[in-house]
């Protein structure tokens, strides 16, 4: 068996045809977003192409704003190393959806990523509320939650200000 190390990004030394250095003009909020993202993706370069592989399946693309960044304040210029599929996406999408304006499109990509994250979040948390919540509701379909809160309802304000006091010297 030979040893070998897994390449985790694209070599700065390789010459290669299928790689593309680029810069973007986007805004300070969406760099860091990017940079982000790259941590979770393995590179900024790879969230960028999955973003972009989202964004083309989509029926219609998020909308953003138009960007005037000509020597704004706010914007900086983010250089990356893309597949040149990523590349000729990108430039296509502004081309057909976003004005020309790159920046648009890397903007929409930060939305998509944002949405599948914030998706595979929602959906491992509603796993866990729906398992806490059909649990809470055994427990409450007992006959001793029945009978407390029926005297719940019928108990005086003097009653129920009495079992505040008792609940709140429990929880110290």
């Given amino acids: 068996m030979t040893d070998w190390i897994q390449q985790k990004r694209i070599s700065q030394n390789s010459d290669s045809d299928e790689v593309v250095v680029t810069n973007y003009t986007v805004p300070t909020e969406i760099a860091k977003e990017i940079r982000k993202a790259g941590s979770t993706y393995g590179s900024q370069g790879?969230?960028?192409?999955?973003?972009?592989?989202?964004?083309?399946?989509?029926?219609?693309?998020?909308?953003?704003?138009?960007?005037?960044?000509?020597?704004?304040?706010?914007?900086?210029?983010?250089?990356?190393?893309?597949?040149?599929?990523?590349?000729?996406l990108i430039r296509k999408m502004a081309e057909l959806e976003y004005n020309d304006d790159t920046g648009q499109v890397i903007s929409a990509c930060v939305k998509v990523l944002n949405w599948k994250r914030l998706r595979l979040f929602a959906e491992s948390e509603s796993d866990t509320l729906s398992s806490d919540s059909d649990l809470l509701l055994a427990r409450m379909q007992g006959p001793g939650p029945r009978n407390a809160m029926q005297a719940a309802f019928h108990a005086s304000p003097k009653q129920l200000g009495k079992a505040a006091v008792a609940a709140a010297r429990k929880r110290g």
């Fill in 46 to 88: 790879r969230a960028l192409e999955v973003a972009t592989e989202v964004l083309i399946r989509m029926d219609s693309p998020p909308a953003v704003e138009p960007i005037s960044y000509l020597k704004a304040a706010g914007f900086v210029r983010i250089r990356m190393r893309l597949h040149k599929r990523t590349f000729k």
